[in-house]
């Protein structure tokens, strides 16, 4: 089966300016998150989407981030305007059924944030 | 909150020498514990899990046992190869429904033949 799909795998953005990520899941996985890690450090969740609806975005910067889960498959999560400190590598998740329980979570590749 | 912390890395080891990465938590109640691994270039995959106190989850030779009483969930492995060479990162998981993954800082494992 395939696994979650992220593009673009790199990106070099400057300050102020925008940018957006992409994720498809595995196929009906139910449950999609995004990840932060930046360089050193595990990753943190900024969301959680079950199918279309956000169960949990009390760690993402609202102000900047904003995120959605369209027909509850692909997701996309944007930063505008993005800071030095976003740089960081932005992970993809998915699991079949909503968190905690058994459900495993299987990562995407990542998406490499380089703000400048 | 609930945390997790592992020892700092590097580690570096020779093939066929003995791994202990040591990793302990603080939580409430009984969350679960796991061990991911992130192979150069790929993404993070889960190595192995354990859900309640005593438990022992095992996988390509490592294993990791969930002690409740020292809070802990170290992650060995008696002999590794260079293809062991990696990220591990330890994880937990409260127990309530919607509960995000909790990562520790992660160490890099180094091993030379």
């Known amino acids: 089966e395939a696994g979650v799909a992220q593009s673009p795998r790199y990106k070099i953005i400057e300050k102020r300016q925008s940018v957006a990520f992409w994720c498809n899941p595995i196929?009906?996985?139910?449950?999609l998150y995004w990840y932060q890690q930046i360089l050193g450090q595990g990753p943190k969740l900024l969301i959680q989407f079950q199918n279309n609806g956000v169960v949990d975005d009390s760690q993402l910067p609202k102000d900047r981030f904003s995120a959605e889960r369209l027909k509850g498959v692909d997701s996309t999560l944007k930063i505008q305007p993005a800071k030095l400190e976003d740089s960081a590598v932005y992970l993809c998740a998915s699991s079949k059924g909503p968190a905690g329980g058994e459900n495993e979570q299987f990562f995407g590749p990542g998406t490499r944030l380089t703000v400048l | 909150g609930d945390s997790v912390t592992q020892m700092e890395g590097p580690v570096t080891l020779s093939e066929e020498a003995f791994l202990t990465i040591n990793c302990t938590y603080t939580?409430?109640?009984?969350?679960?514990l796991f061990w991911y691994v992130q192979y150069p270039g790929e993404g993070l995959q889960l190595l192995l899990k354990a859900t309640k106190a005593d438990d022992k989850g095992s996988n390509k030779g490592f294993e990791a046992t969930y002690r409740k009483e020292t809070t802990s969930f170290h992650l060995e492995k008696g002999s590794v190869q260079v293809s062991d060479s990696a990220v591990y990162f330890c994880a937990l998981r409260g127990n309530q429904a919607g509960t995000a993954l909790i990562f520790g800082k992660g160490t890099t494992l180094s091993v030379s033949s």
């Open positions: 196929s009906g996985h139910a449950t």
């Open positions: 939580a409430t109640g009984y969350p679960s």
